[in-house]
Nanobody
Framework: QAQLVESGGGLVQAGGSLRLSCAAS????????MGWFRQAPGKEREFVAA????????NYADSVKGRFTISRDSAKNTVYLQMNSLKPEDTAVYHC?????????????????WGQGTQVTVSS
């Protein structure tokens, strides 16, 4: 059964960095666009970043542009999210998922194979 497992979250001070990983198992997603979303308590799940199947195209939410970088290693069936200059408002559970409609999808309903998430907490 295909699944995604996120890791790398934790507690960090404002201005710090974290690198999240999303490892796929059960099947390869090398031909799929992938995305990262986050959900803070009491808020809806929101788009963070996406990457095309080749890794040649990426897009970001305005709130993280210039601070976060999404990348992928298809040989390892893994997608990464490098997060720099973290802010308290970045605190959330971060999830990765597989796009069902290719690159450019930004709605949670356009993704599947959701991982369980990894908690990121940024203290001020």
């Amino acid at each position: 059964q295909a699944q995604l497992v996120e890791s790398g979250g934790g507690l960090v001070q404002a201005g710090g960095s974290l690198r999240l990983s999303c490892a796929a198992s059960g099947r390869t997603f090398a031909s799929n666009a992938m995305g990262w979303f986050r959900q803070a308590p009491g808020k809806e799940r929101e788009f963070v970043a996406a990457i095309s199947w080749s890794g040649g195209s990426t897009n970001y939410a305005d709130s993280v542009k210039g601070r976060f970088t999404i990348s992928r290693d298809s040989a390892k069936n893994t997608v990464y999210l490098q997060m720099n200059s973290l802010k308290p408002e970045d605190t959330a559970v971060y999830h990765c998922a597989v796009s069902r409609i290719g690159f450019g999808a930004k709605l949670p309903t356009q993704y599947s194979y959701w991982g369980q998430g990894t908690q990121v907490t940024v203290s001020s």
